[in-house]
């Protein structure tokens, strides 16, 4: 028996708020994580136009994709999804819903500048919606927005909250959910509007959705809760934003919300450890920094980025190769390049080019080798081409080029780990790289268009991996991108929020890239490469073709692979196989 129910909504409320494109996997994958932590409702996705609110246009393939659950007898939890209209409601319904949620504004300016009509109108169509939800026997749960202030007209009238959520209740929803959009409110607040509500409408038919943009929400939570609320809306790692406050916390995070409420005694029936691991991994997954402080704070205790700490060997390195200017150490089949020249941004001397030269080129032809990582120490990661540099012009240019092309002809994979801002030749050192784990205060600047350069033997690599508009505008605008932004590209593969997490984000990456097979990864990324290099063209035809008798061949590491799952293996860690035929090849 649960004291409070929980309405999750960071699969549709919080993604929503979110800018990079997330993939239809990702959001699925997070409703059945969720699913499994006690949790009653969640709120899957929406049926709004893909005009307004492109990161939810996949609405029907996320609710397909979890039909079984939403069918499964066995299975208690509701997973409503927002719809605007009827039009959207046979949309939702069409592809499985079985509960929708339905929304309106409490002020006009909102409801004008949201869904470009008033509160009347809207009211209207709700109630449309609502009756044909339920002659269909789908469930209705309404919103009503801007419960305290409204981002144009300032602050909210509180009779206008009761009619609306009273007209939403004589319409058929059988809760309405109160939402702090802009998270302004405080305790007070919620005291006055609450007690004056509960007047007239019963607790039971109320849920709270408070935004932590202020840093209020789990106050107001206990102020409602005092009150008599006793269902609340949250968003796993407090996924979501305020479009209205950049840069501010969205949705009131699941994890504080189980953490405060357990530890007051009320039970939630949610499993606080589950939660936490799913809030570190849909971090990680969308490349942003944890929301929920509680699961912050669990996670760094028992966890770190989501793995148990128990679950990741400790990896053991030995020195190799020490010089004023780098360090290389190896660890099994992954060895480790830090550039040490932290005091001087680790810039590109010609010395440090030549060393890193040699070494990708050593390592490259070493079979026994599958990764190198290349990492700054000190505050940068690498700040570019040498400026005190008193090398000749073409001896530089001569450097720079064969130093990329070490890198990116290397058959190893690559892995930047980017402990800092990278400026110039940084960015390309970085971006030349096949995989980026970067610390979230890692920036990257093009900044040769203020010095009277050009990115000229970078923009290969550089605009490759980032694309050409993106790219350009990066170059002659010279701004400053951060390492989110970047990830929101899928570009860098990882976001730490400190060196130390960085550490375990690239054990983390390690023990994923044991189970690749080295040959086959050297063939994926020379396909990556021509692809990129003759799309369509003789070449690219040439080298699938021979990529594919390669893998294919007699003594091919796929044979071996292929004997293996004959066995029943389906994981092959490559790292402790030194005998495979294949390594040869
Ligand atoms: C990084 C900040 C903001 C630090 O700002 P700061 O005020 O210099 O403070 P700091 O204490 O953090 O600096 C660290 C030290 O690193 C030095 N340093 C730093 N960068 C370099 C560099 N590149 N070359 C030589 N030395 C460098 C810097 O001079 C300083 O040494 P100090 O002056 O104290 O002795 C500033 O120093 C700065 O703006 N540096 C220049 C960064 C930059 O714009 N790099 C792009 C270089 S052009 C390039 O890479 C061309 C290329 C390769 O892309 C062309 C091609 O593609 O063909």
């Not at 949620?101 to 809207?122: D, G, L, M, P, Y």
């Amino acid at each position: 028996m649960v004291d409070v129910k929980i309405v999750e909504v960071g699969p549709r409320d919080g993604l929503q708020n979110i800018s990079q494109l997330v993939p239809t996997g990702t959001k699925v994958e997070l409703i059945k994580r969720l699913s499994r932590t006690g949790l009653s409702k969640i709120e899957a996705t929406s049926f709004v136009s893909p005009k307004w609110i492109p990161q939810l246009a996949d609405g029907d393939m996320v609710l397909k994709a979890i039909q079984s659950l939403i069918a499964s007898p066995q299975n208690n939890i509701g997973y409503p999804v927002l719809v605007p209209n009827v039009k959207g409601l046979e949309k939702a319904v069409q592809n499985g819903a079985r509960e929708v949620a339905v929304f309106v504004s409490a002020t006009e300016s909102f409801s004008q500048k949201n869904i470009n009509c008033s509160v009347a109108v809207s009211l209207v169509r709700v109630r449309l919606v609502t009756e044909r939800a339920r002659a269909l026997g789908i469930k209705v749960r309404g919103y009503v927005s801007c419960i305290f202030e409204d981002p144009y007209e300032g602050l909210t009238d509180p009779e206008q909250v009761v009619t609306t959520t009273q007209t939403l209740l004589d319409a058929g929803c059988y809760e309405v959910s109160l939402g702090d959009t802009l998270g302004a409110g405080t305790p007070t607040d919620v005291g006055r509007l609450f007690t004056h509500l509960l007047r007239t409408v019963p607790a039971s038919s109320i849920a709270a959705h408070f935004h932590d943009t202020y840093g209020q929400a789990i106050a107001n939570v206990m102020k409602a809760y005092a009150l008599g609320i006793r269902t609340f809306d949250s968003s796993v790692a407090g996924l979501g934003g305020c479009p209205f406050a950049k840069g501010a916390k969205g949705n009131l995070a699941t994890e504080d919300l189980v953490y405060t409420l357990e530890k007051s005694g009320v039970s939630t029936g949610v499993d606080l450890d589950e939660l936490v691991k799913i809030g570190t991994w849909i971090s990680q997954e969308l490349g942003i920094p944890n929301g929920s402080r509680a699961g912050s704070a669990i996670a760094s205790k028992t966890h770190k980025n989501g793995a148990p700490k128990s679950s990741l060997p400790t990896r053991v390195w030995h020195a190799l190769e020490s010089t004023r200017e780098y360090r290389v150490r190896r660890s099994s089949a992954n060895v480790e390049i830090c550039l040490t020249r932290g005091e001087n941004g680790n810039a590109l001397t010609q010395s440090l080019i030549q060393g890193l030269i040699k070494l990708f080129e050593t390592f490259s032809g070493d079979g026994a080798v599958s990764r190198i990582i290349l990492r700054g120490e000190g505050k940068y990661f690498c700040t570019g081409m040498d400026l005190k540099g008193t090398i000749s012009n073409q001896e530089q240019f001569l450097l720079l080029r064969a130093l990329f092309h070490a890198i990116d002809e290397c058959p190893k994979t690559t892995i930047a780990v980017i402990n800092g801002p990278c400026f110039g030749g940084g960015v390309g050192l970085a971006f030349v790289c096949d995989i980026r784990l970067a610390v979230l205060n890692a920036t990257f600047t093009l900044s040769e268009v203020r010095l009277g350069l050009c990115p000229a033997t970078i923009s290969k690599y550089v605009v490759r991996e980032w694309g050409f508009s993106y790219a350009r505008t990066a170059m002659l605008t010279a701004r400053q991108i951060t390492a989110s932004e970047l990830a929101g590209l899928q570009v860098i593969q990882g976001v730490a929020t400190d060196e130390a997490s960085l550490d375990t984000t690239l054990d983390i990456m390690l023990e994923e890239l044991r189970f690749a097979a080295p040959e086959a990864s050297r063939l994926s990324k020379e396909l990556v490469k021509v692809a990129y290099a003759d799309a369509g063209g003789k070449q690219q035809a040439r080298v699938i073709k021979s990529s594919f008798d390669r893998m294919m061949g007699p003594g091919s590491e796929h044979s071996h692979a292929r004997s293996e799952f004959k066995r029943g293996i389906r994981k092959i860690d490559w790292e402790t196989i030194d005998s495979v035929p294949c390594a040869k090849l």
